[in-house]
């Protein structure tokens, strides 16, 4: 059987420990057998033993962690650059979009097929959003802080409501959670958008807080048990007939575990779907 480079580096390191290992413990009972057992050389053996352990551990991490540290920095600079060449052209699209429209006023098919292009120019910078987001936090531990719930919901409703669609009703007491910010974020303009996406324009969203126990419901399609089932499952659309944005509740569920804040969805066909999250283990 052929051994890779790196798994032949590793089994060599192995072996060197190991060997190391072993001639420190002949040292030791060298040192024992030669000078007498008694408290004070056991104390001294088992010190220089210590010592040169530490040493050599020290070498021997410091050479098997260095190509992973290596790989790591390559990765985070191949990332950037991806992420930088991503953002040029979806920038480009959505300024030529806005210019176009400035100059189609009036010529209603193709504002509409420019309304298409915008909504998925639209629906790409929010995969692009996402996509720096994971990205980062993967390279950086993101820190936690303070966020005022109202405010924030407040601030993403407010967005939501310019699209002209559905209404909101809010009823959120105040209430400080510390949670890392824009995954929160993220992870609320998600749930508000599939509520938006398979609701009725006139259905009302109703977004409420009551004892740690944040609801966003709506009025939409619904979804029965099976649908239920697969509704983490990572591009999994409940109405294939409507874009979707794929793996939007699985990151929410990703979001809701590695913060410790419970999710739970009920459905019901045709009455529409209800999301709860339990927020006692972030509040403050």
């Not at 008694?38 to 053996?45: G, H, K, M, V």
């Not at 191949?78 to 959505?94: A, D, G, Q, W």
């Not at 987001?133 to 405010?151: T, W």
């Not at 979707?244 to 969805?265: F, R, W």
């Amino acid at each position: 059987m052929k051994l890779s480079g790196h798994k032949k580096k590793i089994l060599l390191s192995a072996l060197g420990y190991f060997s190391s290992v072993a001639i420190l413990l002949s040292f030791l009972y060298w040192f024992l057998k030669n000078e007498g057992f008694s408290e004070s050389n056991f104390l001294i053996a088992g010190l220089l033993v210590l010592l040169l352990a530490a040493g050599w551990g020290y070498i021997l991490s410091s050479h098997l962690l260095a190509p992973k540290a290596e790989l790591d920095a390559n990765l985070s600079q191949l990332s950037s650059e991806i992420l930088h060449e991503l953002n040029i052209p979806l920038s480009t699209i959505k300024a030529n979009a806005a210019m176009l429209k400035k100059c189609l006023q009036g010529e209603e098919k193709a504002l509409k097929r420019l309304e298409r292009i915008e909504a998925s120019s639209d629906r790409l910078e929010r995969l692009y959003e996402e996509l720096v987001y994971s990205i980062k936090k993967e390279i950086h531990p993101i820190e936690k802080e303070p966020v005022v719930l109202q405010k924030l919901l407040g601030e993403r409703i407010e967005t939501f409501e310019s699209f002209g669609r559905n209404r909101f009703d809010m009823d959120v007491p105040k209430l400080t959670v510390n949670v890392d910010r824009i995954g929160f974020e993220k992870m609320i303009d998600n749930l508000l958008m599939n509520a938006m996406k398979y609701s009725d324009k006139t259905s009302r969203i109703e977004i409420k807080l009551e004892r740690m126990m944040l609801t966003i419901r709506d009025e939409g399609i619904g979804m029965d048990e099976a649908e239920l089932l697969k509704v983490y499952e990572r591009y999994y659309q409940s109405d294939s007939g409507k874009e979707g944005k794929g793996i939007g509740l699985a990151l929410v569920k990703a979001y809701c575990d590695a913060e410790n804040i419970g999710i739970q969805i009920s459905s019901e066909k045709g009455k529409g779907t209800t999301v709860m999250l339990a927020l006692e283990r972030v509040h403050i």
